[in-house]
């Protein structure tokens, strides 16, 4: 009866699911942004097709999608590239980054509560796990350093990082890559969390600056390698 007099429920919207041009361009970004395609590399629309598995109107949307966010490089007449990553715009984004997760960990080492301080361990447990997965690795990392930075309880520095992290995810992945730094993080993030377990904010500080400094210098180097094995 009750229900009879609230009359018929209303019907539910469905929310459309992402376009073909969405899934291509979400395909396309992680590939870009894990380092499965090499900065400088051309994307031919053929190849991106029979890889993405759609046709070429969404490949081609796609593209311009990624071009906008300065993923894509796009050439009049010629295939696309991965644009190439450029140290002059990326050391100062990097340093800010320093800056930023360093002064956070080193207020989250007074101000996470015991509950959060366990969640970054079982992060931490799970980044060891997935050591051998990139795709993994680089999400629960992603996870450990935004979890410090919300422990810092600062609006101010959360909205500041929140900027700049994102802009930074493929450089770092593209860091990840030289030889022993996956091993090398996990060390360093084992550190970080023993110190603010310890509530030593200073030591937090420092471990944290030294972790970003290491990424951008891996980074760095990595970038001028490639340059001079390519002649460049």
């Given at each position: ?11 539910r919207?469905?929310r459309?699911?992402p376009?073909?041009?969405?899934r ?7 590939l ?10 051309a ?6 097709v029979?890889r ?6 969404p ?7 990624l071009?906008?966010?300065g ?6 007449n010629r295939?696309?590239l991965v ?16 800056a ?5 960990a080193?207020?989250a080492?007074?101000?996470m509560?015991?509950?959060e301080i ?14 051998g ?16 930075v ?20 493929r450089?770092?992945?593209?860091a990840?890559?030289s030889?022993?730094?996956v091993e ?5 993030h084992?550190a970080?969390l ?6 030593e904010a200073?030591r ?6 030294h972790?970003?400094?290491?990424t ?9 390698e490639?340059?001079t094995?390519?002649?460049g």
């Amino acid at each position: 009866m009750e229900e009879a007099a609230r009359g018929p429920a209303a019907p539910r919207t469905r929310r459309p699911g992402p376009s073909r041009t969405e899934r291509a361009a979400a395909a396309l970004r992680r590939l870009i942004l894990l380092d499965a395609l090499a900065p400088g590399e051309a994307l031919n629309e053929p190849d991106l097709v029979q890889r993405l598995g759609v046709s070429r109107t969404p490949v081609r949307e796609a593209l311009k999608l990624l071009a906008g966010e300065g993923l894509v490089t796009l050439r009049r007449n010629r295939a696309a590239l991965v644009s190439r990553l450029d140290p002059a715009g990326l050391v100062p984004l990097f340093e800010l980054e320093a800056a930023l997760e360093s002064f956070a960990a080193g207020l989250a080492a007074s101000r996470m509560t015991p509950a959060e301080i366990g969640r970054l361990a079982r992060l931490q447990a799970a980044m060891e796990a997935a050591a051998g997965d990139r795709d993994a690795y680089t999400r629960l990392n992603r996870l450990a350093h935004r979890l410090i930075v919300a422990g810092a309880r600062s609006e101010a520095v959360a909205e500041a990082h929140g900027r700049v992290f994102g802009r930074l995810a493929r450089a770092r992945n593209f860091a990840l890559a030289s030889g022993g730094r996956v091993e090398e993080s996990l060390r360093e993030h084992r550190a970080i969390l023993e110190a603010l377990r310890a509530r030593e904010a200073e030591r937090a500080r420092s471990l944290m600056a030294h972790h970003v400094a290491r990424t951008q210098a891996l980074l760095v180097a990595r970038l001028s390698e490639d340059r001079t094995d390519a002649g460049g």
